[in-house]
């Protein structure tokens, strides 16, 4: 007997339209965290779950939109969270796709939509979008309190109020319920141990984290360690569903565990842990590491992770390395003190290098973050962080431009200045056709991008870097270096008669 699913949890996707053609090769395929957390918190409540990854699967909005009218659950969830907090906001055009065509071919069912991005417009989201509810917050507390209310209320639910975190149609009039209760205990609430749910053999990692070996990218997992982040980075819209400086950790022994079943139950040896900041608390880093050293193999792991110049401890990088740690992404931002100041960044140039090459004589990769265009930005301030990437020379290097995504300290800014922001969800994402980044007060928003597109190829075409890498991976690696840099990315804001005309 078939059992009526209580909530089909739906990764959307969209990786066509946030990537173009990089999204095919290049880019990580990686399970949807919030899914994993949220069907877990449901499971733990007894409720039937099932999830749909449309993104790993491939999947068009039609034909889950078939799968959704087929099954007929008591409820759909649409988690918009990304892998990464700026992922939210670009993942609502897919999402936005899929509301539509959900209330189309299944209007009957009800829909509710979750994420960061959905956190940080909540009114406006329910407005916009082909959807019944909107959450507020994290979701679960909220998607399982929902459940219980329209499986005892059916078509006429009578306790909506009582919902925390809903955001709902009371008629004509939209109400927003008090916020769920941040959830404390991850390691009992939001374990995430729904592996069963997801098509494990479908992910994949980065190109750049797999350059020791180019056919390692698979089978491949993200887990976390914490959540949220104590930093005010303005750039950063990573607190919104969670609030200010809402930071959390998993215990070190159930960060392990994880780590450990994913090696034994499906192969995996490639894990990127997503936590914005892992290399932060010194206790809880050196916990996990600790456990996975002892692990017989801890030689077999590639992992990578975020950090700051001001959290990395030269002393501790061993213990790292020797725990699989084999890449580092660090947020350097800025090659100009004065902007990176804005930005809410405090260390010098002199900290910056010193820190990098301390972590390559530790044998970890480096990934430095760039980003084009912070408020404080001119064509000469660019120029300088794009001279600091090409001297710390990392192994990899991403360039972004600044953007105001909803949840950030620079979008209410953008909002306050009067700043034109993008037409549409997707040009909120780095590498769309229709990218829009925020001007700044010396430099336009088409000179941003171009200068960032620019600095991006001239890198990877960098002689110094290519000996380097060469020298570092071998001649595989550059040849696929070069291959990748060849792709130019159509930009609509570039174009003759486009949207800089």
């Excluded at 009582?162 to 709902?168: A, S, T």
């Excluded at 450990?260 to 290399?279: A, S």
């Amino acid at each position: 007997m078939t059992v009526r699913p209580d909530i089909i949890l739906i990764n959307p996707g969209g990786r066509d339209k946030i990537y173009q053609e990089l999204g095919h090769q290049l880019t990580a395929v990686e399970p949807p965290l919030w899914v994993r957390l949220i069907a877990g918190y449901q499971l733990d409540r007894g409720h039937a779950v099932e999830v749909i990854d449309s993104e790993a699967e491939n999947l068009g909005v039609e034909r889950v939109a078939e799968i959704i009218r087929e099954k007929n659950p008591v409820l759909c969830g649409l988690i918009v969270f990304g892998h990464q907090p700026s992922a939210s906001t670009q993942q609502m055009t897919a999402a936005g796709d899929l509301a539509r065509a959900l209330k189309k071919t299944a209007p009957e069912v009800r829909t509710i939509i979750v994420g960061g991005h959905v956190s940080a417009l909540p009114e406006r989201t329910l407005r916009e979008e082909k959807v019944d509810f909107a959450c507020n917050g994290e979701g679960p507390v909220t998607i399982d309190a929902l459940i219980q209310v329209l499986k005892e209320d059916g078509d006429e639910p009578s306790d909506l109020g009582d919902v925390p975190g809903l955001v709902w149609w009371d008629g004509d009039d939209i109400r927003t319920n008090i916020a769920a209760p941040l959830i404390r205990d991850l390691d009992g609430d939001l374990h995430g141990n729904t592996w069963h749910l997801l098509p494990m053999e479908k992910y994949r990692a980065h190109n750049w984290q797999c350059f020791d070996n180019l056919d390692s990218r698979q089978p491949y997992a993200s887990i976390y360690t914490s959540l949220g982040c104590p930093y005010k980075c303005s750039f950063c819209c990573i607190n919104a569903p969670f609030g200010t400086n809402r930071y959390r950790m998993r215990s070190p022994q159930a960060v392990a565990d994880e780590i450990d079943h994913l090696y034994r139950q499906y192969g995996v040896k490639t894990f990127k842990i997503i936590d914005e900041m892992f290399v932060l608390n010194h206790k809880h880093v050196n916990g996990i590491c600790e456990r996975l050293a002892a692990k017989p193999y801890a030689g077999e792991l590639n992992i990578w992770a975020y950090a700051r110049i001001d959290t990395v401890e030269p002393d501790h990088l061993s213990l790292l390395r020797s725990a699989g740690i084999r890449w580092l992404a660090l947020g350097i931002e800025s090659g100009s003190a004065h902007v990176r100041d804005g930005a809410e960044k405090s260390f010098d140039h002199a900290d910056i290098v010193h820190i990098v090459r301390e972590i390559q004589k530790a044998d970890i990769n480096v990934i430095g973050n760039f980003i084009f265009g912070l408020p404080d930005d001119d064509i000469e301030s660019m120029r300088e962080t794009l001279e600091l990437a090409k001297d710390l020379n990392c192994e990899f290097a991403n360039f972004y431009s600044a953007m105001a995504y909803p949840g950030s300290p620079l979008y209410t800014m953008a909002l306050e200045q009067g700043w034109e922001l993008p037409e549409n969800w997707s040009g909120y994402s780095q590498h769309s056709y229709d990218s829009k980044p925020l001007p700044t007060e010396k430099v336009g928003a088409a000179d941003v991008l171009r200068f960032r597109d620019d600095a991006f190829h001239e890198y990877f075409a960098n002689e110094r870097y290519l000996d380097y890498v060469t020298q570092r991976f071998g001649w595989q690696v550059r040849s696929h270096i070069e291959d990748m840099a060849r792709t130019r990315l159509r930009r609509e804001l570039l174009e003759p008669g486009g949207l800089a005309a």
